[in-house]
């Protein structure tokens, strides 16, 4: 079953999409979804979507949403995206979610794609609040990967000059100079947080990915301080294209058995 529901963030309405089973015990883990740079909440091949389905199938809820700016939430995708706003957007939804009867108590899995998987490697362990982590190619190495590949060198410098740039990695969209300079002022690094992390984690990650290199996960693994598990998936790209019932069951297997473990 799906559901819409409008969450308040940053003065902005997000738009998101809850998908539970018709019989689905609170023990059954828990999903939001946190889609990547110049996505939404239905995804590149419609890779969130599915994969929230495929969840569903398994007896799994799931919330998928739009960051501000993005898909049909409110705001501008210009001016709203940046790391840390869409890191307060995912911790008032979490919130929201932690607020209904039915996700009481159940075991909450942040999944993130792509920079999404950026913000859920940073979303805090201290409030309790979630359970772990699955990173499905997550970026790593943000200024680095948007500087020498999403953005390209001369756009990133224009944008870090203060102007607006647009028309970046074959995508019709703008982006004010916020999103470099709060890249550049915060250092966000992932692998660094990554050390104090204690709740599990799982990586998935195509080999055939040419948007966000895949030694960055191999990298993320290693200095994973929790319990964790990297999957290469063989052949499939970036946004898993043919594979996503295939990566539905890989989550919901993983998180069956790592659900409410931590060291």
Same mark, same amino acid.
């Given at each position: 079953?799906?559901?819409?529901?409008?969450?308040?963030?940053?003065?902005?309405?997000?738009?998101?999409?809850? #998908?539970?089973?018709?019989?689905?015990?609170?023990?059954?883990?828990? +999903?939001? +979804?946190?889609? *990547?740079?110049?996505?939404?909440?239905?995804?590149?091949?419609?890779?969130?979507? %599915?994969?929230?389905? *495929?969840?569903?199938?398994?007896?799994?809820?799931?919330?998928?949403?739009? +960051?501000?700016?993005?898909?049909? =939430?409110?705001?501008? +995708?210009?001016?709203?995206?940046?790391?840390? *706003?869409?890191?307060?957007?995912?911790? #008032?939804? !979490?919130?929201?979610?932690?607020?209904?009867?039915?996700?009481? &108590?159940?075991?909450?899995?942040?999944? *993130? #794609?792509?920079?999404?998987?950026?913000?859920?490697?940073?979303? =805090?362990?201290?409030?309790?609040?979630?359970?772990?982590?699955?990173?499905?190619?997550?970026?790593?190495?943000?200024?680095? %990967?948007?500087?020498?590949?999403?953005?390209?060198?001369?756009?990133?410098? =224009?944008?870090?000059?203060? %102007?607006?740039?647009?028309?970046?990695? &074959?995508?019709?969209?703008?982006?004010?100079?916020?999103? !470099?300079?709060?890249?550049?002022?915060?250092?966000?690094?992932?692998?660094?947080?990554?050390?104090?992390?204690?709740?599990?984690?799982?990586?998935?990650?195509?080999?055939?990915?040419?948007?966000?290199?895949?030694?960055?996960?191999?990298?993320?693994?290693?200095?994973?301080?929790?319990?964790?598990?990297?999957?290469? !998936?063989? &052949?499939?790209? #970036?946004?898993?294209?043919?594979?996503?019932?295939?990566?539905?069951?890989?989550?919901?297997?993983?998180?069956?058995?790592?659900?409410?473990? =931590?060291?």
């Amino acid at each position: 079953m799906k559901e819409h529901f409008w969450i308040l963030s940053r003065q902005r309405r997000l738009a998101a999409m809850l #998908h539970m089973p018709q019989q689905c015990a609170l023990n059954k883990p828990g +999903f939001v +979804f946190c889609h *990547g740079f110049t996505g939404d909440k239905v995804g590149a091949n419609q890779l969130m979507r %599915n994969l929230a389905e *495929g969840l569903e199938i398994a007896g799994s809820p799931s919330l998928r949403f739009d +960051f501000a700016g993005s898909g049909d =939430s409110e705001g501008s +995708f210009a001016e709203d995206t940046t790391i840390s *706003g869409w890191r307060t957007d995912l911790l #008032h939804v !979490v919130e929201w979610l932690r607020k209904r009867t039915d996700w009481q &108590g159940r075991p909450l899995f942040v999944l *993130g #794609h792509s920079l999404g998987g950026l913000i859920a490697l940073l979303h =805090s362990e201290k409030s309790g609040d979630i359970a772990g982590r699955v990173a499905l190619a997550p970026v790593v190495h943000p200024i680095e %990967n948007f500087r020498d590949i999403i953005l390209g060198k001369e756009l990133w410098e =224009s944008s870090a000059a203060g %102007n607006r740039v647009a028309n970046f990695y &074959g995508k019709g969209f703008a982006l004010a100079p916020d999103f !470099v300079e709060d890249l550049l002022a915060n250092e966000y690094d992932p692998l660094k947080a990554a050390k104090g992390c204690k709740t599990p984690l799982l990586i998935l990650h195509g080999s055939a990915d040419v948007a966000v290199p895949l030694s960055g996960s191999a990298e993320l693994h290693a200095l994973y301080h929790g319990l964790k598990e990297f999957q290469t !998936v063989e &052949g499939a790209d #970036h946004v898993f294209a043919g594979r996503h019932a295939e990566i539905a069951s890989r989550i919901a297997d993983w998180a069956l058995k790592y659900q409410g473990k =931590s060291q």
